[in-house]
T-cell receptor
């Protein structure tokens, strides 16, 4: 069964600190992995997309890594800001040979405190 | 803003009401999607439209009825809903519905639906 599991479920950090969010997946055949940021009351916004051959991708203070062998990904946030408070969703796309098949994780809720 | 708008942003309805959610994308995309997001649960895909044709219906109850009159607009018609249907309903669009590595989906802000 295709699944995406994220940890931790929630996280509180102080402003300026770094943090790392984890994503494990059992999706086959794998196409790509995406990280989305979702602010409260808004839709998800894409941060990074990585294919099988990419093992790291950065977007400003956000750096995503992918280990296709262990089927794990992480999202590292550097020098956190209050505006980083949001849910971070890991999404894996299955290669279906047809239409997009996205499998969503339940998200990690991050709170950055001053 | 992502280029995908949704109205209304909030909706409260009784179980016997009929209402519609509207989604519009200004990105020139050919595919549009409806998702349901319940608290602490992953997004659930409901429907996929490609060039105004429904290509996926994810076992959604018939009390949810989608409509795609053109590639820029998507509606979700609601009737005789249940309290467990209360959730955030998200619309998204992408260049194509066909699986491709960088076929990014752009989401609207969602409609927060409460069924009493």
């Amino acid at each position: 069964k295709n699944q995406v599991e994220q940890s931790p479920q929630s996280l509180i950090i102080l402003e300026g600190k770094n943090c790392t969010l984890q994503c494990n997946y059992t999706v086959s055949p794998f196409s790509n992995l995406r990280w989305y940021k979702q602010d409260t009351g808004r839709g998800p916004v894409s941060l990074t997309i990585m294919t099988f051959s990419e093992n790291t991708k950065s977007n400003g203070r956000y750096t995503a890594t992918l280990d296709a062998d262990t089927k794990q990904s992480s999202l590292h946030i550097t020098a956190s800001q209050l505006s980083d408070s949001a849910s971070y969703i890991c999404v894996v796309s299955a290669r279906s040979g047809g239409y997009n098949k996205l499998i969503f994780g339940a998200g990690t809720r991050l709170a950055v405190h001053p | 803003e992502t280029g995908v708008t949704q109205t209304p942003r909030h909706l409260v309805m009784g179980m016997t009401n009929k209402k519609s959610l509207k989604c519009e994308q200004h990105l020139g995309h050919n595919a549009m999607y409806w998702y349901k997001q319940s608290a602490k649960k992953p997004l659930e895909l409901m429907f996929v439209y490609s060039l105004e044709e429904r290509v996926e219906n994810n076992s959604v109850p018939s009390r949810f009825s989608p409509e795609c009159p053109n590639s820029s607009h998507l509606f979700l018609h609601l009737h005789t809903l249940q309290p467990e249907d209360s959730a955030l309903y998200l619309c998204a669009s992408s260049q194509t519905a066909v699986e491709r590595s960088y076929n990014e989906q752009f989401f609207g802000p969602g409609t927060r639906l409460t069924v009493l």
